[in-house]
């Protein structure tokens, strides 16, 4: 399945949708909406993973850049991360510095 | 502590009892009297549950000047509990211990000195 | 000899002067302090700089109340020592203690206490926890007697181990946490005999050197907490705080009971150096047990309050131990018992070393003030009796001193490496900013021991404070619930990583990963110049739960768990064939810090940096990955280590260093490898296939070495044609 990786503003709000597989390839294609995502100086990044099957480590490596370009206070939370992708994110050692949630904030 | 003689063969076997807490101690002289200079005797600690830390060493220093004067000893009848305690201290090795009075009495006859001796 | 106990009696003054409390007396010897046997009699002889009258007060084996009180007269008393020969007692069968009466104006800081009977600062041995975990008698006034006992022991010919200390690697360990545990199928659990029964096991493994944890009496009811998860009572397991200085635990001892434990102690040090073993000696002057103001008074506090103890100027008590008192110990008498106490234990119980703990109260002068040239630590240094023992300071303490680098040395201590440990943890659970002060740690921290050489360097990835190895890298957070506090003690700054699950994990890649990163931290600790320390149990991934302070816990959260030994023969190889190369590498070994040249002649530096391509090291601050190459002339011929060590999460190409002349890279150990392929035995270790690229795995270690091919067998060659 194609990748996407879909970016909206909400507020002060950054919310990455993504869906498929992010594997090396589409990585690319990650990265740069990451970068949108981040010149936009968003209090809090929201990765929405609930459709993303698969994480590569190079698709860790566009998370690890990213919190080290935003400021400490932004977090970046994941939401609807698959047993999967958020083992491979533990196992890598990155889970500390990222807040995993069922629903995106503001959702009810 | 009372002490009993007797002769297996030319084996003096010198049976000692009593409670060696440190109430009594050994009496290395009495024990040195009954070993037979240039001979062999066997130490039966059967009756005896403990020896204290004096006693001890008055048994090292009795076997060793036995010893010394051409004498030859073994220990037999050490309790579990003798055993460990000798053992735990480092005491154990010092001494040529058999298993019983049988074997104590073979083990000096058949020694070398014993047949240089014979 | 015709009568093996006569007791010799040729000399003018073994024989009584006069009577008092109804035995025979007369003024004693001052030297040596403490009770001592001496023909007829027993001399006894203790100092206070400002007692009015001393009286020895004498007991029957567990008797509560005293059968005699003999006052000193003032024709025992030279200066502020008294000493009395007493004849006549039943020395197997006495304990004894004294009642000390201070001045009529007692000055600010005096504690003197008449009402109680105080123990002998200089007690041989001590009664009152001959068995671990007896019930003490409630309201117990005298609890800790001292006690007579024999000096004299076959050493057959037993003295100090003569080694290098560079030559050194340290194995910490608790005595009854060693052999308690049912599974470690020994004759006296948790003894020093028992210790004695797993010397095969510490020869095999390889260590060469026993740090024991406290082995002074201490009083192990010491603590009023419970435990909020059993119900049960917590102990003090670990036995920092001390009441017997000159006293082996009788409570570690399987003949304590019967008061033999000097001679089952002197007995382990005689097997241990029979195996080649050292023995240290964790020590601890910093602070005693008596407390605070609300602690027991025991000895000093009763004899000389006011020398012993650091006190403010309206006489209350210093805490830079954070435990409730300070030991004065750059006090002129202060220092004097302990330099007697230490050479005491160099001589008495052929002890090879000390480890000071909380060694920077050792470093404050009377009031607090950190000394430049502190006194006790320059006469430790320049003893003559000591001059061969290995001194190791715990550089700081927990009043804010904090020494690692700056421990007055005299050239003479080593320290606690505290900085080695901080980063070697970090850079493992993949920190940025580690590679720089990584490379310096492990070519000896000249930046802290230019002057001193690599072996002042005691380095160290965890030891008895913090999380055992395996739970470094099964847990984020401390887990110290058990121990009464709400977890609020224990440091949070443990820079651990669970490597992706918190506690126990079924989950293969998890354990892999632990496995993995426990191997890592070993090769890295065993491969770095310095002295290296290794704490008990880690070899076999000994694990507390995730208790990082585990001070109290007298049960098989602390005990050594024999059985690991067959879960984990994986990481129990690895180590110990890591303990065979460090032995066979003398290089790694050495007290100098490498320079950068090519000392040695053999054609490449003794010491280069690279990263995934050779001599090209990258510093920079987002780079996991470090590659150090050491070169020196080996016993058998030049000798090459190559070791590089990643801590990224993916794998990396390398491009490896060219080896000169006929010398090529031979693989000793892959953490990414499985098992046996992870380590090799030293000296056969397979020539790589590929002597210019190799593959370094994720999270991974590679140690290669460089040797020169075999020359080819004429002989082959003959056959051949």
Known sequence: ?????????????????????????????????????????????????????????????????????????????????????????????????LVFSDARPGDR | MKLRTRTVGTV?????????????????????????RQGRALL???????????????????YRHAQASGSQVALVGLSERLRSVLLAVGFLSFFVVAADVATGVALLTNSPEASATA | MSRPVHVVRDRIDSFPTDEVGGFPVRPGRPFPFGATLVPGGVNFSLFSSAADALSLVLFRLGEREPFAELPFPESCRIGGVWAMTVFGLDYEHVEYGYRVQGPAQPRIGDRFDPSRVLTDPHARALSGRKVWATPPQPDDPFPHRARLTFDDFDWEGDTPVRCTHGD???????????????????????TYAGLVEKIPYLKDLGVNCVEL?????FDEFDNDRVNPISGDRLMNYWGYSTLGFFAPKAGYAATGRYGMQRDEFKNLVKELHRAGIAVVLDVVFNHTAEGNENGPTIHFRGLDNRTYYMLTADGQYYNFSGTGNTLNCNHPIVRDYILSCLRYW????????????????????????????????????????????????EAWDAGGLYQVGTFPDYQRWSEWNGRYRDVLRRFLKGDPGTVGELATRQVGSPDLYRHRGAHASINFVTCHDGFTLADLVSYNDKHNEENGEDNRDGTDDNSSWNCGAEGPSDDPQVRSLRLRQMKNAMALLLTSQGIPMICAGDEVARTQRGNNNAYCHDGPLNWFDWSLLDENQEL????????????????????????????????????????????????????????????????????????????????????????????????????SAAAPADVSQPGAEPILADQHQITIGPRSLLILVGRPLPAPDPTALRSIR
């Not at chain 2, 009593?18 to 009954?34: A, H, I, K, P």
């Not at chain 3, 944890?213 to 009496?217: D, L």
């Not at chain 3, 070393?353 to 240094?381: H, M, N, Q, Y």
């Open chain 3, 213 to 217: 944890m406290p082995v002074f009496e």
């Open chain 1, 1 to 97: 399945m194609t990748f996407t990786a879909d970016l909206c503003h909400e507020d002060r709000t950054a919310v990455l949708t993504l869906t498929g597989d992010l594997d090396t390839p589409s990585a690319q294609v990650f990265q740069d909406q990451m970068q949108r995502a981040i010149n936009g100086q968003p209090d809090r990044l929201v990765l929405d993973l609930t459709a993303l099957r698969h994480l590569t480590s190079a698709a860790v490596r566009v998370l690890v850049v990213a919190r080290q370009k935003l400021a400490d206070e932004v977090p970046i939370i994941l939401v609807g991360a698959q047993t999967g992708v958020e083992r491979t994110i533990r196992l890598i050692g990155i889970d500390r510095s």
């Open chain 3, 346 to 393: 160099a001589s008495e119980y052929h002890v090879d070393g000390f480890r000071f703990d909380l060694a920077a109260i050792l470093d404050r002068g009377e009031d607090g003030t950190p000394l430049k040239s502190p006194p006790l630590v320059e006469a430790l240094s320049y003893d003559p009796l000591l001059r061969d023992c290995i001194l190791i300071a």
């Open chain 2, 44 to 62: 039966d600690f059967t009756d005896v549950s403990y020896l204290n830390s004096r006693s001890l060493r008055i048994l090292l220093l009795v």
């Open chain 3, 168 to 190: 050194l690697v340290i194995y910490e360990l608790h005595v009854r946490g060693y052999t308690r545990h049912p599974a470690s199928d020994v004759t006296h659990p948790g």
């Open chain 2, 12 to 36: 003096a076997v010198i049976s000692l009892s009593g409670e060696l807490d440190g109430r009594s101690t050994l009496d290395g002289d009495q024990v040195l009297d009954l070993i037979p």
């Open chain 3, 572 to 671: 129990f190889r690895f180590v110990r064939a890591c303990l065979a190369f460090r032995a066979e590498h003398p290089q790694l070994r050495s007290s100098e810090h490498p320079c950068g040249e090519d000392r040695d002649d053999v054609g490449l530096p003794d010491v280069s940096w690279h990263g995934a391509e050779a001599w090209q090291p990258d510093w920079s601050a987002e780079n996991r990955l470090l590659a150090v190459m050491r070169s020196s002339a080996g016993p058998n011929g030049p000798d090459h280590i190559y070791l590089a060590a990643n801590a990224h999460w993916e794998p990396q190409d390398l491009s490896l260093p060219e080896l000169p002349g006929e010398c090529r890279w031979h693989r000793f150990a892959d953490t």
